[in-house]
């Protein structure tokens, strides 16, 4: 299944490509907002990062999701669930549900979609998912930055509600029905581990959901990662955290992804049907640092082309994020200040930035 539909895209794209439509790198024809980002991305997590090799035979954890649903199963499918929150910050899940033909349909999708030319695209792209008032601020800045470039296209929607047949109303028509059912149906895959994490804290199962208020909008990346040849100095995505509660990624067959463990990069090895799942920073404010929103990274392909598509999951902006009380001690103290998501939000990139 992910075979067929990986090798139609592929087909595709080398088209699309070849017309010089989709050729874009993050040094010649960037737009200002994009290079931005970049910057940005590079500053925050400018920690250094390891140089040692990957650590091969390392794997992410693979949890089967159908565990959950049966009653002899499910606390199995919970304890595996939080150890892979709180050991890796990020797993496989398989048999999660999705029909492969919803899968299949958004990658036809996202064809459709990167087959519109850049400079047409503002009517259904959002662009990054900044604060607009760090934008602003920052924009000044730009020139004095250091350049980061990053070497891929992106499709970005934001608050997406996947209820609303009306969604992403400026997207090419063929595009929008699949989008939306995919999007309806990942979130709520998101909805079944979100309880499952909750349940692994010992918190009651609708805790996460409810203290994010639903997460009714998804924010989405679709990132198009071309092959490219300079010997590993350009990144397809430098290494960051996912600001969001929680994040679901397909990707097709080329390996790319990689993660941080012990200080040492692992590949995120595609497993066909999986969703990559990992945890963001909002379960790792409420944890107290327990689960773990781990660094992660994606590199190109010399020769071919990869594909992704990244969910994430936010909670409203006026949701409180406050570490858990049975996860803080004296010995322990509590890492997050208490504040509305809102509010979080800006202060991760404005004191990121020192602004
Ligand atoms: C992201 C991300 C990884 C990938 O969009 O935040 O980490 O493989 N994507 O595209
Ligand atoms: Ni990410």
Request: a negative charge; glycine letters at 4%.
């Amino acid at each position: 299944m992910a075979q067929e539909q990986v090798s139609s895209t592929a087909d595709h794209k080398s088209i699309a490509h070849e017309n010089g439509e989709l050729s874009r790198k993050a040094t010649d024809g960037e737009t200002e907002e994009e290079e931005l980002t970049d910057a940005i991305r590079a500053t925050f997590f400018s920690v250094p990062v390891p140089a040692q090799p990957l650590k091969e035979g390392w794997e992410i954890p693979v949890i089967d999701l159908s565990l959950l649903h049966s009653p002899n199963t499910h606390s199995i499918a919970v304890h595996q669930i939080g150890k892979a929150c709180q050991e890796w910050g990020f797993f496989h899940v398989v048999n999660h549900g999705i029909p492969e033909n919803v899968i299949n349909d958004m990658w036809k999708a996202f064809d459709v979609l990167f087959q519109v030319p850049s400079h047409e695209r503002g009517k259904f792209d959002h662009g990054p998912f900044l604060p607009p008032d760090i934008m602003e601020m920052l924009s000044e800045k730009l020139h004095s930055m250091p350049k980061f470039g990053e070497s891929r296209d992106t499709i970005r929607f934001t608050e997406l509600n996947p209820d609303d047949e009306k969604a992403i109303p400026n997207a090419p028509h063929e595009s929008r029905a699949p989008a939306i059912v995919f999007y309806k149906a990942m979130r709520d895959v998101g909805f079944e581990l979100l309880d499952a994490i909750s349940e692994s804290l010992g918190l009651e199962k609708e805790f996460f959901r409810r203290a994010t208020g639903n997460n009714l909008l998804v924010n989405s990346s679709l990132h198009y990662y071309l092959p490219y040849h300079d010997g590993n100095n350009t990144m397809g995505l430098n290494p960051h955290r996912d600001i969001d509660t929680l994040t679901l990624l397909i990707q097709n067959d080329i390996v790319g992804l990689q993660v941080l463990k012990e200080d040492r990069w692992v590949d995120v090895r595609p497993l066909p049907g999986s969703l990559v799942v990992n945890v963001g920073e909002v379960i790792q404010a409420f944890t107290n640092n327990k689960y773990q929103s781990v660094r992660h990274r994606a590199m190109l392909n010399k020769e071919k082309a990869r594909f992704s598509i990244a969910c994430f999951l936010f909670p409203t902006p006026d949701s409180i994020i406050e570490p858990l009380p049975h996860l803080v001690s004296d010995d322990n103290p509590a890492l997050q200040p208490t504040c509305n998501w809102e509010t979080y939000f800006y202060n991760y990139f404005a004191s990121s930035l020192k602004l």
